[in-house]
Structures are given as structure tokens and as C-alpha cells.
């Protein structure tokens, strides 16, 4: 059986990248990843349901499709 594969802004996760910087950037944000309710945060894990990013305030799942590199 193959594994799944995730993605993050059309990069592929693999093992490397959990320690890796990212930025949640929200819904209402339209893309802008300068706006004011974006966070940063590292990766811990991912599932089907999510990456599990660790912020300065908190560690919470987030949606592939909210997060982009750095």
C-alpha cells in the first residue's frame, strides 16, 4: 500500500520538515501573508486532518491549505 502524501503551498512533506517554519494565514486574509492575524510556527506532525504547528502561544492542528513556508 502507498502512502499518502501532504502538501503545504505545493511542497511535499517528508520527515525534514517537522522543526520547519511556517505561517498560518487565514481565511480572511486573502492570501496576504503580512496581515495581522498571521502566526508563525514550526511543524510537529501531520495527519489527514492537519499539521500540527507549534505557535508561541500554543500547539494546535491547522489546515494544509492555511499555511505557507517560512
Known sequence: ???KKYYIDGR???QDCIGVKVTYVPTHANGNASHKDCEGGTIMSWNDR????N???NKCR??????IWG
Not at 491547522?62 to 499555511?67: A, K, N
Open 1 to 3: 500500500m502507498e502512502e
Open 12 to 14: 511535499e512533506l517528508t
Open 50 to 53: 492537519g499539521v500540527m504547528v
Open 55 to 57: 505557535y508561541v502561544k
Open 62 to 67: 491547522t489546515d494544509f491549505q492555511d499555511l
